[in-house]
């Protein structure tokens, strides 16, 4: 999975056959379920300063959007993207 490469801090992946250099500092955070911890992962980014950018990954658009309105008013992150399919995010 070409995540769990940048995760481990691979310089280049492949998606679909194109070569990517990673420009990505990629962090996980184990022990939290999207699903039933949303109020952990609310307190836990809530004691959090300065995300510069925050991406939402994981879960069904609707849960993902009223995730980011919810980010968003407690001004977790001035810039919290939910990624589309095929759409690049240049920093």
């Known amino acids: 999975m070409p995540i769990k490469l940048a995760f481990h801090g ?3 992946i492949r998606i679909f056959g194109e070569t990517y250099r990673v420009h ?10 999207a699903h ?5 992962l609310l307190e836990w980014l809530s004691h959090s300063k300065g995300i510069e950018r925050l991406f ?3 879960g069904g658009k609707k849960t993902l959007l009223s ?7 407690r001004k ?3 810039n919290i993207h939910i990624p589309e399919t095929d759409k690049q995010y240049l920093f």
């Open 67 to 73: 995730f980011e309105k919810e980010l968003s008013e």
């Open 24 to 33: 990505a500092k990629v962090y996980t955070i184990g022990g939290f379920s």
């Open 76 to 78: 977790i992150s001035k």
């Open 56 to 58: 939402l990954i994981h």
């Open 10 to 12: 691979a310089k280049e």
């Open 36 to 40: 039933a911890d949303r109020d952990l």
